[in-house]
């Protein structure tokens, strides 16, 4: 193995710029030459592979985004594309790719590795938490932190005005970022895609605060649960239940940026630090992840079963316990 690139791909996620650096620092600690991709798998398309050395990645730490940028790029689904991707690293002699990115991104690196002769590793980035083999992805706790910043401040109003607040976060198709900032800010429900909670249930769940003076109450949506957007749940709720005045807001993509929390600038140093080192170890399809405070490499494969994945659905009871 004699030289790596690295790209970032799909939506981005804080600490990103954290994990490239570790990335660029530990190959070129090693003796590799070092390349970043720019725009994710566009910019391998595009030959837009450029040469990168240790001070490249100064002052990026604390950084939110990603210094490579990064893209939702159609034509690497294509065999075409792949095809040219593969050519111009190839021109490079790079035989060792990092890709840092989601579920989308390691489909893709999947099918790259299985037909054409490179390393990939993956590294979990994206703020959903939607990936087996790895407690943590990165970007996920500050994105939880940047929620739970926005939900205090809501809570301020809504207290004082005796309000209801519906608050959307994201998440299609996973309830992470809901269920973890529920609890963080005491948020009276949560609807999630992965559980199914009635708008019956919930009624009668605000009812009972109401009923003990709750002077406000906020509920957590998130975007994929079934009964659609903040703004409709907002509107069947209001038919039945007048007791607060009743708001909505949508948090949108406030929840991508900001500097990455403690904790995602440590966890993007290890994983990229672990992605080189496994490289260079001669692994290859394997996603780094953190595993009970671990780093522990994954397949490519079992990291995109989500079958494997699992809510921490205790924090779903704990929820409704403790914001009686
Ligand atoms: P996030 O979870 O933040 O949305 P993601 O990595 O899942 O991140 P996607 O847009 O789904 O984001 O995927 C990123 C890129 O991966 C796509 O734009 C595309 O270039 C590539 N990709 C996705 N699916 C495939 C596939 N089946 N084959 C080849 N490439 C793919």
């Known amino acids: 193995l004699k030289n790596i690139a690295v790209l970032t791909s799909g939506g ?29 798998y566009q910019g391998l398309i595009d030959n837009n592979i450029i040469p990168m050395d240790a ?37 490079k002699e790079i035989d060792g790719l990092v890709v840092i990115g989601g579920d989308g991104t390691f489909t893709g690196a999947k099918r790259f590795g299985e037909k ?20 943590f992805t990165l970007g ?24 209801l607040f519906f608050i959307e976060v994201m998440g299609r198709d996973s309830g992470c970022i809901a269920l ?35 002077s406000s109450s906020i509920v957590i949506v998130s975007e994929g649960n079934k009964y659609g957007g903040a703004y409709d749940i907002a509107k069947s709720v209001k038919r039945k239940f007048t007791h607060y005045d009743t708001k909505v807001t949508i948090l949108g993509h ?36 953190l595993y009970g405070n671990a780093i522990k490499l994954t397949s490519l494969e079992d990291a995109l079963n989500t079958h494997n994945y699992k809510l921490e659905s205790d924090l779903l009871e704990m929820t409704h316990v403790l914001s009686i």
Do not use: W
């Open 55 to 91: 001070r490249s990645v100064s002052n990026i730490l604390h950084m939110g985004g990603t210094i490579l940028k990064t893209a939702r790029c159609l034509a690497f689904k294509e065999e075409a594309g792949m095809e040219l991707a593969f050519k111009n690293l190839q021109e």
């Open 180 to 214: 973890r900032t529920a609890v963080a800010s005491g948020a009276e429900a949560v609807l999630l895609p992965e559980r199914e909670t009635s708008l019956k249930e919930l009624i009668t769940k605000l009812k009972a605060g109401a009923s003990t003076k709750k």
């Open 254 to 289: 406030l929840q991508r940026g900001g500097s990455p929390s403690g904790f995602d600038r440590i966890l993007g140093s290890r994983l990229g630090y672990a992605a080189v080192n496994a490289l260079i170890a001669g692994e290859s399809m394997q996603m780094v992840g």
């Open 140 to 163: 996920y706790d500050t994105a939880i932190n940047t929620v739970i910043e926005a939900i205090d401040k809501i809570r301020d109003t809504a207290d004082s005005h005796d309000r």
């Open 116 to 135: 054409y002769n490179i390393n990939v590793i993956g590294v979990p980035g994206t703020i959903d938490n939607d990936l087996s083999g790895s407690d």
């Open 12 to 40: 981005d996620a804080p600490g990103m710029n954290a994990c490239i650096r570790a990335v660029i620092r530990t190959g070129i600690y090693h003796g590799k030459n070092m390349f970043g991709v720019m725009q994710g």
